[in-house]
Every structure is written in C-alpha cells, then in structure tokens.
C-alpha cells in the first residue's frame, strides 16, 4: 500500500466535498467525478508497485470521510443546491427526520461502491499506463 499516493490523491475528495455544496450542480457532478477517477487510477498505475485495486478502494473510502464530514458540516447550504439528495433524505425508510444521521450511514456505503469503481480503474490503468522508471 502506499499511503503517501492515497491521501494525497484524497485531496481530490475534499475539494469535491467543497465544491459540491453549491458551486457544483448535481447533474454534472459525475463528470468531475469520472475525470478524477481516470486521473487517480493513471498515478496509482505509474507510482504503485502493486495492490492497484486496494489503493483505489483506500483513496475513495478517505473521500467519502472527508465528503460525508463537509456535507453534515454545511448541510444547509449542500440541501438547497441538491433537491434530489433532500428528497431521498425526507424519504429514508430507516430514519425518517435524521437526514445527517443517514448521511452519515450512507457517506461510507458510497464511498465503498465509488471505491471499487476506483480500485477497477486503477487495475485497469495498471495494464495499461506505463510505469514510472525506479531512481536510480
């Protein structure tokens, strides 16, 4: 694993966290996404030795903190830009009410999922990005 690529590659997350609260509008939101995930499997890819999958999934799960953390910290302001995240929170089966409470449940469960699309991205960049020559 190497650590140092992880959360400096997390940066990434926590600028997204911030940008998404209401600079970022939900329908395109994916599109940043995908770009930092190709260019995040592209340096797991040139700079790691191995483990390309888990250092992906290591570098979403870190987001997701720094993601979950902003949103319940500026909920207000991240709400009234993403009317469809206030819907599913108004209509949560489990906590009906506590819109923080699910994020907070929920925050981790996406960063799993963003983690294996990541970690498949890094895999498959792996194979095909060329890799960054040992000093000498």
Same mark, same amino acid.
């Given at each position: ?7 400096? /590659?997390?940066?990434?997350? /926590?600028? =997204? ?7 970022? !509008?939900?329908? +395109?939101?994916?599109?940043?996404? #995908? ?16 483990? *390309? ?7 979403? %799960? ?10 319940? %910290?500026? *909920?207000?302001? *991240? ?5 469809? +995240? &206030? ?5 949560? !089966?489990? /906590?009906?009410?506590?819109? @923080? #409470?699910? =994020?907070?449940?929920?925050? !981790?469960?996406?960063?799993? &999922?963003?983690?294996?699309? %990541?970690? /498949? ?5 792996? @194979?095909?990005?060329?890799?960054? !020559?040992?000093? %000498?």
């Amino acid at each position: 694993m190497n650590w140092k690529i992880v959360f400096q /590659l997390s940066a990434f997350g /926590l600028i =997204m966290s911030f940008g998404t609260i209401s600079l970022i !509008p939900e329908n +395109i939101e994916f599109v940043f996404w #995908l770009a930092i995930f190709a260019f995040c499997a592209c340096v797991i890819a040139k700079t790691c030795s191995s483990k *390309y999958f888990l250092n992906g999934l290591c570098v979403s %799960l870190i987001n997701s903190i720094w993601i979950t953390g902003i949103h319940i %910290l500026f *909920y207000s302001s *991240y709400i009234a830009h993403h009317p469809s +995240i &206030a819907k599913m929170s108004e209509e949560h !089966p489990m /906590l009906p009410g506590h819109p @923080r #409470l699910a =994020m907070l449940i929920m925050g !981790p469960l996406f960063g799993a &999922a963003s983690g294996i699309i %990541l970690g /498949l991205f890094a895999f498959i960049a792996s @194979r095909l990005v060329p890799k960054k !020559p040992a000093a %000498l």
